[in-house]
Antibody, heavy 123, light 113 residues
Framework: QITLRESGPTLVRPTQTLTLTCTFS??????????VGWFRQPPGKALEWLAI???????RYSPSLKNRLTIARDTSRNQVVLTMTSMDPVDTGTYYC???????????????WGQGILVTVSS | DIVMTQSPDSLAVSLGERATINCKSS????????????LAWYQQKPGQPPKVLVY???TRESGVPDRFSGSGSGTDFTLTISSLQAEDVGLYYCQQYFATPPTFGQGTKVEIK
């Protein structure tokens, strides 16, 4: 059974850097094609993909946020860390990590997802 | 980026009746070499994370009730709930994975009439 859980601060000040950790179980992030992605959802709004790291350590980022994001895996701890710099109140929302399955495609759907962590950016 | 547009934004359906959600992509998400449409549907219940219902536009995820079905090809897709149940209330999203970044529709809220 695959599970994921997000952890990190729930309140961040404007201009600060957000660091979120996704701790997962039930799969190994060492196989090409397997991945862990990060998403966010502002209150009452739609889902937005942020980044993904694959089992071969390939990394992809949202073009609109690329300059602010870093994703990294720690295979020994079964964790994926996402950092986002220069936080602003518009970055407030629920942040999710999710499992990316292996299929014939390099980018796929994501399932399952963690429960999410609500991050508020406010002074 | 590929833009995904869902319609309607919300709909209210009586219990046992059919619910239909549409999703349109700004370009074709049909990959000609394998004839697969790179589209998934998710359900998100209040206070919960999204859960995949359908992928490859029409393949139902294991454990998903057969009242959920996906159809369409190219740029136009549909999620149908054949007989709405009370537990189906929530938000529904389509997502394309034909190109990076993967993008989502704005969501459709399904309620009981």
């Amino acid at each position: 059974q695959i599970t994921l859980r997000e952890s990190g601060p729930t309140l961040v000040r404007p201009t600060q850097t957000l660091t979120l950790t996704c701790t997962f179980s039930g799969f190994a992030l060492t196989t090409t094609g397997v991945g862990v992605g990060w998403f966010r959802q502002p209150p009452g709004k739609a889902l937005e993909w942020l980044a993904i790291v694959y089992g071969n350590d390939d990394k992809r980022y949202s073009p609109s946020l690329k300059n602010r994001l870093t994703i990294a895996r720690d295979t020994s701890r079964n964790q994926v860390v996402l950092t986002m710099t220069s936080m602003d109140p518009v970055d407030t929302g629920t942040y999710y990590c999710a499992h990316h399955p292996i299929t014939v495609a390099y980018m796929n759907w994501f399932d399952p997802w963690g429960q999410g962590i609500l991050v508020t950016v406010s002074s | 980026d590929i833009v995904m547009t869902q319609s309607p934004d919300s709909l209210a359906v009586s219990l046992g009746e059919r619910a239909t959600i549409n999703c349109k992509s700004s370009q074709s998400i049909l990959y000609s070499s394998n004839n697969k449409n790179y589209l998934a549907w998710y359900q998100q219940k209040p206070g919960q994370p999204p859960k995949v219902l359908v992928y490859w536009a029409s393949t139902r995820e294991s454990g998903v009730p057969d009242r959920f079905s996906g159809s369409g090809s190219g740029t136009d897709f549909t999620l149908t709930i054949s007989s709405l149940q009370a537990e189906d209330v929530g938000l529904y999203y389509c997502q394309q994975y034909f190109a990076t970044p993967p993008t989502f529709g704005q969501g459709t809220k399904v309620e009981i009439k």
